[in-house]
């Protein structure tokens, strides 16, 4: 479990938890891409899949095989980045 500012991200096996997600930008088998407050987030594998969704909550739950993670600043996932992913 990683606490960082006004997020966690707990990663166990294939099952990624993330909290303090504030909008999800994109996500399709290849990857997922969300804002979090102040900065944004992606992650890239395969087999990618929303488990559980709570936008009240802002909890999102992915289970995949995960390969890479990467911050972005400002909560802007940029889009070169995303086309290299979600192609």
Same mark, same amino acid.
């Given at each position: #479990?990683?606490?960082?500012?006004n %997020?966690t &991200? *707990? ?5 990624? =938890?993330?909290? @303090? #997600?504030? !909008?999800?930008k994109?996500?399709? $088998?290849n @990857? ?6 102040? /900065?944004g987030f #992606?992650?890239?594998?395969? @087999?990618? %899949?929303? &488990? /559980? &969704?709570?936008? $009240? ?5 992915l ?5 890479? =993670? !990467?911050?972005?600043?400002?909560? *802007?996932? !940029?889009? *070169?980045? #995303?086309? /290299?992913?979600?192609?």
């Amino acid at each position: #479990v990683q606490k960082i500012g006004n %997020h966690t &991200l *707990n990663l166990k096996d294939n099952h990624l =938890f993330i909290s @303090g #997600v504030v !909008k999800v930008k994109n996500v399709n $088998e290849n @990857g997922f891409a969300c804002a979090l407050s102040g /900065r944004g987030f #992606v992650a890239s594998g395969s @087999g990618i %899949h929303i &488990l /559980r &969704l709570d936008v $009240e909550k802002g909890e999102v739950e992915l289970e995949g095989n995960f390969s890479g =993670f !990467k911050y972005t600043a400002g909560g *802007n996932v !940029k889009q *070169n980045f #995303v086309k /290299r992913i979600f192609g």
